[in-house]
């Protein structure tokens, strides 16, 4: 933001509060945003018992997170467009519907073909209702109270993944799988209600897809899809090496330059991608992203820790995440009286740092650690993310007209959305190479010219002789794979620890991006002019 800009900006407004018709519409649209951003990890914990459900293998069944994350990122850039084409109003009432609808299909569903289908469904209706919750608290709320809104926006983009494996898992032990489709049932028909009565009426200017930026939403819908796409197949089919990845990366790099392109120089774009220009966006964005990574792929790789290494259930899983969650609920809300007497930049600085450090405290993973190791760590990382979000979004806001309050939303839960894909496709890929490297150095130094291997084989096919196995050569053969085993789970521990390692490098490479933006005027939020 330039001086001449902040200092336009600056002018002192009467400090008028928003009515309560306007908090329960913010409300009823965070209730939207929570529920759409819970289920996109709710399935996490759960894979298996769904993929046993619909009778799919292990490969296909990550399709099912998948597939609702690509109907979330696809949209949530169309979602300013066709909010003014169908009215705000209108729009997010129909996606309020459309959403446990969609999610109440996906209960039913038998086979992978259609839960692909509705779950892809189900984010494309449950994607518009986050920016829209952004674009009401920039909208709705005067500047001294948006910090407040933030705050409320951050609690569901931050506590929504943490404890949406938690709820996941417990309702799946419990009651089943199909149950977590039914959640979004009730507080979706609160929204609905709310928003109805709370939002004014408007009239459709269905004129505006005459003038729509089609060539933008077809190109940005391949791209992005082909994308996704690549980035949740890649690791499986070991990247480049794959003709598929090859031609859907391809497809993906020409859709989304053309994309570019035309966002940059048609008159009325899709995507206002000329508001990165502005400093403090530009880089809040690129903050928002790499933040994205970390939020994403924490709660990717501490449950694929516990499941593969440690053998925790879908509701074992969900309990240690749930620390996580819950100090969020208790911490985010002081962030606003917070924001009032220091500098954003500085709160959000400690936030990403105390979030690095909870990442670093796990690069020391051995087979001990479980469960209880993680308590300190988790509750750390709590209070890092509680106050991560709300003073980034403050800081990328500034400045930001009202009119383009929406394009901004839109622009910044994409990326991040997209962030966090990114961040999960590559950390499974550090996962994978890593734990081949240090497969490798410990197999190196396990061979039969070492006393201690030979001792621990000997221990080993005693073991297998004294518990019913009477061939010598056979218990020996075993105490070969079981030593084998041992070696392979060592090596996938370590390989953990170095995917914290690089989520704590990205959160520290944020928390230095972040100090180069300008200090925010005091209250935050999106600029007026």
Not at 31 to 60: C, K, P, W, Y
Not at 293 to 304: D, E, K, N, R, S
Request: proline content about 4%.
């Amino acid at each position: 933001m330039s001086t001449i800009a902040a200092t336009t900006i600056a002018v002192p407004q009467p400090k008028t509060g928003a009515s309560t018709r306007d908090w329960i519409a913010v409300l009823a649209g965070m209730i939207g945003a929570f529920m759409a951003i819970l289920n996109i990890q709710i399935t996490n914990a759960s894979l298996l018992d769904i993929e046993g459900g619909i009778g799919t293998g292990v490969d296909n069944g990550a399709w099912i997170s998948t597939s609702y994350l690509i109907g979330e990122i696809v949209v949530i850039p169309l979602t300013a467009y066709f909010s003014s084409v169908f009215s705000f109003r209108r729009y997010i009432l129909v996606n309020s519907v459309l959403f446990p609808l969609f999610s109440i299909g996906c209960a039913f569903a038998h086979d992978l073909g259609t839960m692909i289908v509705l779950r892809g469904l189900q984010g494309f209706a449950g994607g518009v209702l986050i920016p829209m919750a952004f674009t009401m608290v920039l909208t709705k709320l005067p500047k001294h109270q948006q910090p407040l809104g933030l705050a409320a926006f951050a609690l569901s983009v931050t506590f929504a993944p943490a404890i949406g494996p938690t709820i996941g898992g417990y309702l799946t032990e419990n009651y089943g799988w199909q149950t977590i489709f039914f959640i979004n049932a009730i507080p979706s028909a609160i929204m609905a209600v709310a928003v109805a009565l709370t939002l004014d009426k408007q009239p459709m200017r269905l004129g505006l897809l005459r003038e729509g930026d089609w060539a933008g939403i077809i190109s940005m819908a391949i791209g992005l899809s082909a994308l996704q796409t690549v980035l949740e197949e890649g690791n499986k089919e070991d990247w480049f090496s794959s003709p598929f990845i090859v031609k859907l990366s391809i497809l993906a790099f020409v859709f989304l330059v053309a994309f570019i392109w035309i966002e940059l120089t048609v008159e009325k774009p899709l995507v206002k991608l000329r508001l990165l220009k502005q400093r403090n966006f530009g880089i809040g964005v690129a903050v928002n992203v790499l933040v994205g990574v970390a939020l994403f792929g924490t709660v990717y790789i501490l449950p694929q820790y516990l499941g593969q290494v440690q053998r925790y259930n879908a509701e074992q899983i969900g309990n240690v995440l749930a620390w996580t969650g819950l100090p969020q609920l208790l911490l985010i809300p002081l962030v606003p009286m917070m924001m009032k007497r220091f500098d954003a930049r500085y709160i959000g600085f400690l936030g990403i740092s105390i979030f690095a450090i909870s990442c670093f405290m796990n690069i020391t993973l051995s087979a001990d650690t479980a469960g209880d190791q993680f308590w300190i760590p988790n509750i750390i990382r709590a209070i890092g993310q509680a106050l991560v979000l709300t003073p980034i979004t403050a800081i990328t806001t500034a400045g930001i007209a009202p009119s383009d309050a929406a394009a901004a939303s839109g622009l910044t839960n994409m990326l991040r959305n997209l962030g966090g894909a990114v961040g999960t496709a590559t950390l499974g890929t550090v996962l994978t190479k890593r734990e081949q490297f240090h497969s490798n150095i410990i197999g190196q130094s396990v061979t039969l010219g070492r006393d201690e291997v030979r001792t621990r084989l000997d221990q080993l096919t005693g073991y297998f002789l004294q518990h019913g196995v009477s061939d010598h050569a056979v218990a020996a053969q075993k105490a070969v794979v079981a030593l084998g085993q041992v070696v392979k789970r060592q090596a996938l521990i370590l390989g953990f620890a170095d995917t914290f390692a690089v989520i704590g490098v990205v959160l520290a490479i944020a928390a230095v991006a972040l100090l180069l933006t300008q200090k925010p005027r005091a209250g935050g939020g999106a600029g007026a002019h």
